[in-house]
């Protein structure tokens, strides 16, 4: 089993930037996949950014394409989205994920889930 613990989320004006984190527990975090998605109120859980065992694939919504990055320290344990010109509609839980599948956009393929960390962005 994999627990999972976001950070870094807090209130941002608009073009700001913030680096959430996802500190993973156990000694397997090398064989997951990790997703970052966010949830906006009355909205749908969505995919943000995805990053494969090595790290060498990454995936982004269009949505946040060119603006956020998703890295991985496998030493650490832990997962990284780097979020730069953040916008008003990037205010949303954001929640790190992980699959021992293949890479996905879909929720529903991703076994562990954090408890999510607010992320605000005022314009």
């Known amino acids: 089993q994999v627990q999972l613990v976001e950070s870094g989320g807090g209130w941002v004006q608009a073009g700001g930037s913030l680096r959430l984190s996802c500190a993973a527990s156990?000694?397997?975090?090398?064989?997951?996949?990790m997703g970052w998605f966010r949830q906006a109120p009355g909205k749908e859980r969505e995919f943000v950014a995805s990053?494969?065992?090595?790290?060498?694939?990454?995936s982004y919504a269009d949505s946040v394409k060119g603006r956020f990055t998703v890295s991985r320290d496998i030493g650490k344990n832990t997962v990284y989205l780097q979020m730069n010109s953040l916008k008003p509609e990037d205010t949303a839980v954001y929640y790190c994920?992980?699959?021992?599948?293949?890479?996905?956009?879909?929720?529903?393929?991703?076994?562990?889930w954090g408890q999510g960390t607010q992320v605000t962005v005022s314009s």
């Open positions: 994920a992980s699959t021992i599948g293949y890479r996905s956009r879909t929720p529903g393929d991703y076994d562990y």
């Open positions: 156990g000694r397997t975090f090398s064989r997951y996949v």
């Open positions: 990053i494969t065992q090595s790290g060498s694939t990454t």
